[in-house]
């Protein structure tokens, strides 16, 4: 007698192995959703905004681009679940997007910089299939990957902050504030603020659910409080809690396949070519690899030696969604930290990835009903996310100044730099540098002497394009 299809199910993805429950990765996945949602807003905006345009002043249209973000985040999330049977969720990158739409696009055609997306995608298939990104994750120390942990953490919880308008920059000093002037003011504050107490108090009180519950009753409170105070939807940020006029649109496939693999290097020449590549290329990789151990070790399922499991399988979807967000005109596709909220509630396998593909799939036809949830009612998320990532600090040896130092800078600067790979590369550089000075150059890898090296560059391609006579 064959199992049920519950058995079948609990099976394949080694959800009872894991300790955890069908229902479990349900809410999971459907809180990771909610905490990636903006982006089928926000990538919209940052790439089809009014003032970007590419060399010959055209623009992407901001309903195609809807489309392409849904479609790219549900099927890449949807292939991590089942090939790599982990909770990680990815979508549209908020760092290369931007590269994408301020930096490159402007030297060139959207379809030549798309297609220098392609190309970066493929090189990361490349070296996930060789073993080479696995082998450098690997050779990371405990202390590090947990540092990493840490660090995500706290940015994760000032990305919360930021999406809420709870924390902004002032022009002036201090570079960051209390609210847009220094003091809280307006509806949506009030929303977020109520949100994130209710998020902790559940949480304190370990109610199944606390996450998603939160974010579900914020934003029905949001919409009540939209109606009644009549805000204005500026305030609110990308998206305004508003019952849509329609719940179902047609999708625009138009911008699938407009991209050119080589139409670049005849726009801008080789040299620029190889180092926007170089830059997108260590953008991805270091925060796939810093997304993976923050979220894995957040979840428990890091092996012994801090290994993340079916790395190899991670890796190259990893790789094939920065390909296939070029091929969809999307911008690059990669792991998302904001997985861990649907850890937080619970989430330990890929079965959550295909709750939280399906709902994406879901808003390629019902994209108005993914502009309901406000950042307000997303972000107490996010920052009760950082708080339980936070943990992992204790795990640190503080008492080896040789990990120590190294492990601080790493936490540090992610949030510092609003950069995942940032805080990384600069923890790299610093473990390296401790090691010699220590006379323990020895015990360094020589993976970690090529990715150290690897970040000097990264860090320093400014004076090196000026050097070489690069605009």
């Not at 890796?315 to 850890?343: K, Q, Y």
Request: charged share 10%.
């Amino acid at each position: 007698m064959p199992p049920a299809p519950a058995q079948r199910l609990d099976r394949f993805f080694q959800i009872s192995e894991r300790g955890s429950t069908i229902g479990r990765e349900v809410r999971g996945g459907l809180v990771t959703f909610f905490a990636m949602a903006y982006i089928l807003v926000l990538n919209p905006l940052i790439l089809g905004g009014d003032n970007v345009q590419d060399i010959n002043g055209d623009q992407l249209s901001f309903p195609q681009l809807v489309t392409v973000t849904a479609l790219v985040a549900a099927v890449m999330t949807i292939l991590m679940g089942i090939t790599a049977n982990l909770p990680l969720a990815l979508a549209a990158g908020l760092g290369i997007n931007a590269m994408l739409a301020f930096q490159i696009a402007p030297q060139m055609t959207w379809p030549d910089a798309m297609g220098l997306i392609v190309i970066e995608g493929i090189i990361l298939c490349v070296l996930s299939a060789t073993g080479l990104r696995e082998a450098v994750m690997n050779a990371i120390p405990m202390g590090l990957k947990q540092a990493i942990g840490v660090g995500i953490g706290l940015f994760i919880a000032l990305i919360g902050f930021v999406d809420a308008g709870f924390t902004t920059g002032l022009a002036g000093s201090p570079p960051l504030s209390l609210g847009g002037t220094g003091e809280l003011h307006g509806w949506p504050i009030l929303v977020f603020c109520l949100g994130l107490l209710l998020t902790l108090a559940l949480l304190a009180r370990k109610v199944k659910g606390a996450i998603l519950i939160s974010i579900l009753a914020m934003t029905v409170f949001a919409i009540i409080v939209n109606a009644i105070a009549d805000v204005d939807d500026a305030a609110w940020g990308v998206t305004a809690p508003k019952l849509p006029d329609d719940v179902v649109a047609s999708p625009d496939l138009g911008l699938l396949g407009n991209f050119s693999l080589f139409g670049a290097f005849g726009e801008v020449g080789t040299v620029t070519v190889v180092l926007l590549i170089f830059t997108l290329f260590l953008t991805d990789f270091f925060d796939t690899m810093g997304t993976a151990v923050g979220v894995t070790n957040e979840a428990g399922l890091l092996d012994e030696n801090g290994r993340v499991p079916r790395l190899g399988r991670l890796l190259f979807v990893d790789g094939l969604a920065a390909a296939a967000g070029g091929a969809a005109s999307a911008s690059s596709n990669t792991s998302f930290v904001e997985s861990a909220a649907g850890v937080g509630e619970g989430a330990r396998t890929g079965l959550a990835n295909i709750v939280t593909g399906g709902l994406f799939a879901a808003a390629i036809f019902l994209s108005p009903l993914a502009a309901v949830v406000p950042p307000q009612a997303a972000a107490p998320a996010l920052v009760a996310v950082g708080f339980l990532m936070m943990v992992q600090v204790g795990r640190i040896d503080w008492t080896d100044y040789a990990i120590a130092i190294p492990a601080f800078v790493t936490i540090a600067v992610m949030p510092f730099t609003y950069s995942i790979t940032n805080g990384i590369g600069a923890g790299f550089i610093a473990f390296v540098v401790l090691k010699v000075v220590l006379g323990r150059a020895r015990e360094v890898s020589w993976l970690l002497w090529l990715t150290a090296a690897l970040f000097l560059v990264y860090f320093g391609i400014n004076p090196i394009e000026q050097l070489l006579g690069v605009d």
